[in-house]
C-alpha cells in the first residue's frame, strides 16, 4: 500500500523558513517526478514545484527563488525548503507522486 507523509509545517513569522518533507512507502518512486501543491482557504490547489527523476526542478513563479525543491532517493523522500516566507504562502502543503497525494500538512505565515 503506497503512502505519503507530509510534515514540517507549522506557525512562522513572515521572513521565516520552514523545511516541509514528504515520506514515501509502499513502493520505489525514483525515477518519478516528485511535486509539491498547495491550497490556500477558499482557492483551488495549485502547483509550487517539481523534481524530476533525473533532479531537473520546475517552480511556480511566486516561490522562484524563495523555495528550494529536494529529494533523496535512498529515503523515497522529497523536501520543500521555503525561506522567506509570506502571508501568501499560508495553505495547505500536498505532496504528489503519480497518481498518489499525502494527507497535506498546515503552513501559517502570520504577518
Known amino acids: 500500500q503506497v503512502q505519503l507523509v507530509e510534515s514540517g509545517g507549522a506557525l512562522v513569522q513572515a521572513g521565516g523558513s520552514l523545511r516541509l518533507s514528504c515520506a514515501a512507502s509502499?513502493?520505489?518512486?525514483?525515477?518519478?517526478?516528485m511535486n509539491w501543491y498547495r491550497q490556500a482557504p477558499g482557492k483551488e490547489r495549485e502547483f509550487v514545484a517539481a523534481i524530476r527523476g533525473g533532479g531537473s526542478t520546475v517552480y511556480a513563479d511566486s516561490v522562484k527563488g524563495r523555495f528550494t525543491i529536494s529529494r533523496d532517493n535512498a529515503k523515497n523522500t522529497v523536501y520543500l525548503q521555503m525561506n522567506s516566507l509570506k502571508p501568501d504562502d499560508t495553505a495547505i502543503y500536498y505532496c504528489n507522486v503519480w497518481v498518489y497525494w499525502g494527507q497535506g500538512t498546515q503552513v501559517t505565515v502570520s504577518s
Open positions: 509502499g513502493r520505489s518512486f525514483r525515477t518519478y517526478n
